[in-house]
C-alpha cells in the first residue's frame, strides 16, 4: 500500500517540500525466501508469518515480510524496487493457479528457479568478450561514471586465457588500442582499459547500431572460441528497428550472444530486454542511485562468464490420468526461452477440461494431475523434472487477479513482438 499528502513550497530560495510518501510492500512470494532488500532506498524489512492455507498445489504458509519505506529517505523520487532471491536453489517448479468459475479456463504461472550452476558446469573454457561502452551524451554525469565502474567489476571476472577488446562510442566507434584484436586479459590488459575508462567523457549522439555492428564484424570471431558482445549503454535511440535486425545477424553467427547492462535514469528498459532476447543472451538493469552495484553487477557477470544458458530446449507437459480432458494451452511466453543462471523462467499458461466440471469448492473437487518439465542440460545431457498439481475444479482465488491479467500482459507482449517482427520484415524489403 502506499499514500502521500503534499504541503505548499516555500519562496525565496527555499527548498522546496516533496510530498510526504509513505510505502509499505507485503511480500508473500509463496515459497522460502531470504529477506528482501531495496536497490535504491532506505528501508526497513520486517519478517512476519502468514496461516493461511489453500487447496492449490502451492503452500502459502511460508514467512512474509514487510518492506517499509523509512521516513529520513526524504526525496524518493526513484522507482522503489524490492529484490529477494529463494532459499532453495534447486530447479523443482512452483505452480500457481486461478480460476474464476468452473465455466471459465483456469490460468497457471508455472517458476522455475534456476540450478546451481557450478553443479551443471564442468569449468568454462576461455572466451572472447566485446564490451562496448556508451559514451553519449546521454550518459553524461553519474551514469557514465557508473557505467565505467561497472566494466572494471566485469573485467575482473576474466582469466588471462579470455580475449578481451573494449570500444566505446557515440557518434564515432573507436577501441581502447586502436585495434581490431583481440587482446589477453592480463593484469597489463586490464589496467589500460581502466586508465582508457578513465578518461572518457561523454559527448554526441548515440550511434547504438553502429557500435554494436563493429562489434560484430570489426572485431572477428576467433575459431573455437565463444564470443560474447556486452553492450552498456541506456539505449536512448529512436530506430528499434535496426537495432533489433542487427540482433538477427548476431544470431546467425554461430557462438555469439548479446548481453546487455542499462545504465543511466532513462534506459529503454523495452529495447533492451527485446535486444538481448534476440541476441541470445540477458540483460540487467543498473538502477541509478543503486547503492550497491556489486550485487547487480556480480549477478550480471555470473551470466556473462557462462556465455549461455543453463537448460535449453524446456517443453512443459501436464497431464491428468483421471481426467483426460484436461489440457493446458497459450503457454507464453512463446516460444518457451531458456532458463539462466540467476533469472528464474516465469510460464503462464491456461488450462481447460471439457466434460464434468464439479463447481463445489471443496477438496474433493480437485484434478489429480503431473505436470513434466524437459529440456537439454549444458553438458548435452536429458533434464526432466516432475511436480504432482491439484487443479481446482471450481473457482479458486489464490493471488486474487494477479496471475490472469499477468498470462493476459505476456499474451500481449507476444502479439506485440509478432507485430514488431513483421514490421521490421517489410521495412527491410523496401
Request: charged share 20%; proline share 4%.
Given at each position: 500500500t502506499a499514500s502521500s499528502s503534499s504541503s505548499s513550497s516555500g519562496g525565496g530560495g527555499q527548498q522546496q517540500?516533496?510530498?510526504?510518501?509513505?510505502?509499505?510492500?507485503?511480500?508473500?512470494?509463496?515459497?522460502?525466501?531470504?529477506?528482501?532488500?531495496?536497490?535504491?532506498?532506505?528501508?526497513t524489512v520486517t519478517k512476519t508469518s502468514s496461516s493461511s492455507s489453500s487447496s492449490s498445489s502451492s503452500s502459502f504458509d511460508d514467512d512474509v515480510y514487510v518492506v517499509q519505506l523509512n521516513?529520513?529517505?526524504?526525496?524518493?523520487?526513484?522507482?522503489?524496487?524490492?529484490?529477494?532471491?529463494?532459499?532453495?536453489?534447486?530447479?523443482?517448479?512452483?505452480?500457481?493457479?486461478?480460476?474464476?468459475?468452473?465455466?471459465?479456463?483456469?490460468?497457471?504461472?508455472?517458476?522455475?528457479?534456476?540450478?546451481?550452476?557450478?553443479?551443471?558446469?564442468?569449468?568454462?573454457?576461455?572466451?572472447?568478450?566485446?564490451?562496448?561502452?556508451?559514451?553519449?551524451?546521454?550518459?553524461?554525469?553519474?551514469?557514465?561514471?557508473?557505467?565505467?565502474?561497472?566494466?572494471?567489476f566485469l573485467l575482473e571476472g576474466l582469466n588471462e586465457k579470455d580475449g578481451v577488446q573494449v570500444l566505446s562510442f557515440d557518434h564515432e566507434v573507436e577501441s581502447y588500442n586502436n585495434s581490431t584484436e583481440f587482446s589477453s586479459a592480463s593484469a597489463e590488459t586490464l589496467a589500460a582499459i581502466d586508465t582508457?575508462?578513465?578518461?572518457?567523457?561523454?559527448?554526441?549522439?548515440?550511434?547504438?547500431?553502429?557500435?554494436?555492428?563493429?562489434?560484430?564484424?570489426?572485431?572477428?570471431?576467433?575459431?573455437?572460441?565463444?564470443?560474447?558482445?556486452?553492450?552498456?549503454?541506456?539505449?536512448?535511440?529512436?530506430?528499434?528497428?535496426?537495432?533489433?535486425?542487427?540482433?538477427d545477424d548476431i544470431v546467425k553467427q554461430e557462438h555469439t550472444r548479446l548481453f546487455i547492462l542499462g545504465v543511466g535514469h532513462s534506459v529503454d528498459r523495452l529495447l533492451v530486454s527485446k535486444m538481448s532476447k534476440k541476441g541470445m543472451g540477458i540483460s540487467e538493469i543498473l538502477l541509478p542511485g543503486e547503492k550497491n552495484i556489486e550485487q547487480t553487477c556480480l549477478r550480471f557477470r555470473t551470466r556473462l562468464l557462462e556465455n549461455g544458458p543453463l537448460i535449453n530446449n524446456i517443453n512443459v507437459q501436464w497431464k491428468s490420468a483421471s481426467r483426460p480432458d484436461f489440457k493446458i494451452h497459450s503457454i507464453f511466453p512463446s516460444p518457451i526461452p531458456s532458463l539462466f543462471s540467476g533469472q528464474p523462467l516465469q510460464l503462464f499458461g491456461r488450462f481447460t477440461t471439457t466434460t464434468g466440471d464439479n463447481t463445489n469448492n471443496d477438496d474433493a473437487s480437485v484434478i489429480p494431475s503431473t505436470i513434466t518439465i524437459t529440456g537439454d542440460l549444458v553438458d548435452g545431457s536429458d533434464f526432466s523434472i516432475t511436480k504432482d498439481v491439484s487443479v481446482p475444479l471450481g473457482t479458486f482465488e489464490g493471488f486474487g487477479s494477479a496471475v490472469e491479467r499477468s498470462w493476459a500482459r505476456s499474451r500481449i507482449d507476444n502479439l506485440?513482438?509478432?507485430?514488431?517482427?513483421?514490421?521490421?520484415?517489410?521495412?527491410?524489403?523496401?
Amino acid at each position: 500500500t502506499a499514500s502521500s499528502s503534499s504541503s505548499s513550497s516555500g519562496g525565496g530560495g527555499q527548498q522546496q517540500k516533496l510530498n510526504d510518501v509513505t510505502m509499505n510492500v507485503t511480500v508473500k512470494a509463496g515459497v522460502a525466501i531470504n529477506p528482501p532488500r531495496s536497490l535504491v532506498h532506505d528501508v526497513t524489512v520486517t519478517k512476519t508469518s502468514s496461516s493461511s492455507s489453500s487447496s492449490s498445489s502451492s503452500s502459502f504458509d511460508d514467512d512474509v515480510y514487510v518492506v517499509q519505506l523509512n521516513k529520513k529517505d526524504k526525496y524518493p523520487n526513484r522507482d522503489f524496487v524490492v529484490a529477494y532471491s529463494v532459499v532453495d536453489r534447486g530447479v523443482a517448479p512452483m505452480v500457481y493457479l486461478q480460476r474464476r468459475s468452473s465455466s471459465h479456463d483456469g490460468t497457471f504461472l508455472v517458476v522455475l528457479n534456476p540450478p546451481d550452476a557450478s553443479a551443471l558446469k564442468a569449468p568454462r573454457s576461455p572466451a572472447d568478450f566485446v564490451f562496448v561502452l556508451d559514451r553519449s551524451a546521454s550518459m553524461r554525469g553519474a551514469s557514465l561514471e557508473q557505467s565505467r565502474n561497472a566494466l572494471k567489476f566485469l573485467l575482473e571476472g576474466l582469466n588471462e586465457k579470455d580475449g578481451v577488446q573494449v570500444l566505446s562510442f557515440d557518434h564515432e566507434v573507436e577501441s581502447y588500442n586502436n585495434s581490431t584484436e583481440f587482446s589477453s586479459a592480463s593484469a597489463e590488459t586490464l589496467a589500460a582499459i581502466d586508465t582508457y575508462g578513465s578518461q572518457l567523457s561523454s559527448r554526441g549522439g548515440t550511434e547504438l547500431e553502429l557500435a554494436v555492428y563493429a562489434a560484430l564484424t570489426s572485431i572477428k570471431q576467433r575459431e573455437g572460441r565463444e564470443k560474447a558482445i556486452c553492450l552498456i549503454t541506456d539505449a536512448a535511440i529512436a530506430d528499434h528497428t535496426r537495432a533489433l535486425q542487427l540482433c538477427d545477424d548476431i544470431v546467425k553467427q554461430e557462438h555469439t550472444r548479446l548481453f546487455i547492462l542499462g545504465v543511466g535514469h532513462s534506459v529503454d528498459r523495452l529495447l533492451v530486454s527485446k535486444m538481448s532476447k534476440k541476441g541470445m543472451g540477458i540483460s540487467e538493469i543498473l538502477l541509478p542511485g543503486e547503492k550497491n552495484i556489486e550485487q547487480t553487477c556480480l549477478r550480471f557477470r555470473t551470466r556473462l562468464l557462462e556465455n549461455g544458458p543453463l537448460i535449453n530446449n524446456i517443453n512443459v507437459q501436464w497431464k491428468s490420468a483421471s481426467r483426460p480432458d484436461f489440457k493446458i494451452h497459450s503457454i507464453f511466453p512463446s516460444p518457451i526461452p531458456s532458463l539462466f543462471s540467476g533469472q528464474p523462467l516465469q510460464l503462464f499458461g491456461r488450462f481447460t477440461t471439457t466434460t464434468g466440471d464439479n463447481t463445489n469448492n471443496d477438496d474433493a473437487s480437485v484434478i489429480p494431475s503431473t505436470i513434466t518439465i524437459t529440456g537439454d542440460l549444458v553438458d548435452g545431457s536429458d533434464f526432466s523434472i516432475t511436480k504432482d498439481v491439484s487443479v481446482p475444479l471450481g473457482t479458486f482465488e489464490g493471488f486474487g487477479s494477479a496471475v490472469e491479467r499477468s498470462w493476459a500482459r505476456s499474451r500481449i507482449d507476444n502479439l506485440t513482438e509478432k507485430i514488431d517482427d513483421k514490421h521490421q520484415t517489410s521495412l527491410s524489403r523496401l
